[in-house]
């Protein structure tokens, strides 16, 4: 059985990398006790917690913390209008931080995600794994048998292009849960007891052309590079699904990261995923998204975008207007969606006005 890292085990004081360059982004409908678990790890950095639902309802954050709050009054009162791309009883808010934050690296995590133990019984700094993995290159367009070969210990394999050594710069690390799984709604009717109790001591950049299922409670990512794709879409109250918000942002991302020779990773770290949701409500949530999946990928896998498409704002305008035309006859949700993707830039660039027009990287 896996269990969490105890609090004296994460007590070890830890070395804040990147301590001014870096955001924590956390959602949350409740107090924030998980955080004095993460203390050694997160406090020497700033956080942004987002609100969700009542906004008249006090959240309580520990003593020691520095973070800014935003809750639906916030929202409104800083995007106007425009707040009515920001998801309203969903998780899916916390876009918004990613939106305000100021700093190239944002890392994002579920208040019901607990510092994990390696093997060797040690806790594992989620956080310092993720800035490993967004610092070193990626190699998405030939796959290392070794995995990531910027490890120590590991290396290009026999055969590996010279050429491609450098690697390109890695936009996205997607870390992995011990515990409960990220399961959909009928793998947990049918497996309600699974665990996952397996530590793969593995880091790999997923390839160039090969769509993956991102999960949001154990993410960080280089705002420079792909901040403006990491919308997490039209979710929650008053929408036809639920669930599907990373999932939404990953499509996109993964499609505009190949677009602009930009890398993804996942694997390492883990963290102790501590509460399985209801699979009922979820099977709510997720129901038309389940069906909607079987065209929603086929869309991505098949979605080009020009060469002048060279700022990942352009690439997102882009596929917003392919959504509009492919997926509105799967569902009229799409069009709403595909407008919310335009506000979300329109939004993204006004309260971001130096990154407007910076081209993030080279179309292939």
């Given amino acids: 059985m896996v269990e969490p890292a105890t609090a004296t085990q994460a007590a070890a004081p830890a070395v804040a990398q990147l301590k001014d360059e870096l955001d924590i982004v956390i959602p949350t409908i409740r107090n924030l006790d998980f955080l004095e678990m ?89 956080l310092e794994q993720h800035i490993k993995n967004l610092l070193s290159p990626s190699t998405p367009f030939f796959f290392n048998t070794l995995y990531d070969p910027y490890r120590e210990g590991a290396d290009f394999v026999r055969g590996y292009p010279f050429s491609l050594r450098e690697g390109v710069p890695t936009a996205v690390s997607h870390g992995l849960w011990l515990n409960i799984p990220d399961y959909d709604a009928p793998t947990q009717l049918v497996k309600p007891l699974e665990r996952n109790t397996r530590f ?80 009922f409500v979820n099977l709510r949530k997720e129901y038309k998204g389940i069906y909607w999946q079987e065209e929603i990928i086929p869309f991505f896998q098949q979605a080009v975008l020009p060469k002048e498409c060279t700022s990942v704002q352009k690439c997102y305008i882009e596929l917003a207007k392919q959504v509009k035309e492919k997926l509105s006859k799967v569902d009229p949700y799409f069009d709403k969606l595909a407008e919310a993707m335009v506000t979300w830039i329109e939004a993204w660039d006004e309260l971001n006005p130096t990154a407007a027009a910076v081209p993030d990287g080279k179309a292939k």
């Fill in 38 to 126: 993460w203390r050694p790890f997160f406090q020497p950095y700033h956080l942004i917690i987002v609100q969700d639902g009542d906004p008249s309802k006090t959240i309580k954050v520990p003593d020691g913390f520095d973070y800014e709050l935003y809750n639906r009054n916030d929202i409104n009162r800083i995007l106007g209008p425009k707040a009515s791309c920001i998801s309203f009883k969903d998780s899916a808010c916390r876009c918004f931080g990613y939106m305000v934050s100021k700093k190239k690296y944002i890392f994002t995590i579920d208040d019901d995600c607990f510092v994990a133990k390696d093997p060797s019984g040690k806790a594992i700094n989620a």
């Fill in 200 to 279: 793969v001591d593995a880091v790999l950049t997923i390839p160039k052309g090969t769509l993956f299922p991102m999960c949001g409670m154990n993410l960080a990512f280089d705002r420079e590079l792909i901040g403006p794709a990491m919308y997490f879409g039209l979710m929650g109250d008053g929408q036809p699904i639920g669930r599907y918000d990373d999932m939404w942002a990953g499509w996109c991302m993964k499609v505009i990261c190949d677009h602009l020779g930009l890398g993804v990773k996942t694997g390492l770290p883990y963290i102790y995923h501590s509460k399985a949701s209801n699979p």
